[in-house]
């Protein structure tokens, strides 16, 4: 194996820095040393610069990031059920879409640091995506890491109080797969999505306009999907300007 650093998102990096150093970032960023320091590396690496094991199966974050996935979903449903004993399923569900959507994450993985720890190839298909696909796998593997209980305290405590305003998030409406097809009626344009893509239990929606494609959205859901894809198809039309 070559000992030459490799140049990763746009800038020249060896693998990874010093064990004690990434044990002190991790530190930071979870509020507890990690005891098996080879999961948060995983979490880190995309699969552009990822070796693949005995299984045939690359050690990136791709497995850690579904089971993040699942795991914040379900944390941050049943801290929405218990401090909101009155609202319906409806306000619970699109509250809860507010902060685990793709540019929630994507924002709040680069905004506690994880812009000087992912690894991924400039020259491969990773995108701006990639820092809120890290924030779920770094918390499947603190789950792994450390257990469900403190997984939990570590979303509530260190990711969502800190970052995310709820009366804020209420006040604005993001439901955006439901705004761009009330603007499509109103505009007289035909909209439609469609499941383009499903590999590793994710999925690939896109839009399509007039039957012009337009963005494209993941997710471990078809509904997940569409939704990443009408956030991103709201932004390309600029109709929130």
Same mark, same amino acid.
Do not use: V
């Given at each position: 194996m070559s000992?030459?650093?490799? $140049?990763? /998102?746009? &800038? +020249?990096?060896?693998?990874?820095?010093?064990?004690?150093?990434? $044990?002190? /970032?991790? &530190? +930071?960023?979870?509020?507890?040393?990690?005891?098996?320091?080879?999961?948060?590396?995983?979490?880190?690496r995309h699969s552009s610069v990822a070796s693949v094991n005995d299984q045939g199966i690359k050690n990136s974050y791709e497995r850690l990031e579904y089971l993040g996935d699942a795991i914040l979903g379900m944390i941050i449903a049943e801290y929405l059920y218990r401090i909101y004993p009155f609202k319906e399923e409806g306000f619970l569900t699109e509250i809860r879409a507010k902060i685990v959507n793709r540019e929630s994450l994507n924002n709040l993985g680069q905004t506690i640091g994880l812009r000087e720890l992912v690894q991924y190839n400039q020259h491969s298909r990773a995108h701006r995506s990639v820092y809120g696909d890290c924030m779920e796998a770094l918390i499947g593997a603190v789950y792994l890491d450390h257990g469900f209980y403190y997984c939990k305290k570590f979303v509530i405590n260190k990711l969502l109080k800190p970052h995310f305003d709820l009366e804020e998030l209420i006040a604005k409406t993001t439901n955006f797969k439901s705004r761009l097809l009330e603007w499509s009626q109103k505009e007289g344009k035909e909209l439609r999505f469609e499941i383009i893509n499903e590999e590793d239990r994710k999925f690939t929606a896109q839009v399509f306009l007039n039957e012009s494609p337009m963005s494209k959205g993941t997710g471990f859901s078809k509904k997940k999907a569409e939704q990443d894809a009408a956030s991103k198809t709201y932004e390309q039309l600029k109709l929130d300007q």
């Open positions: 000992s030459f650093p490799k $140049r990763l /998102s746009g &800038r +020249l990096l060896h693998p990874f820095k010093s064990e004690k150093k990434l $044990r002190q /970032s991790f &530190r +930071l960023i979870t509020g507890r040393n990690p005891i098996n320091l080879a999961l948060y590396k995983r979490a880190m």
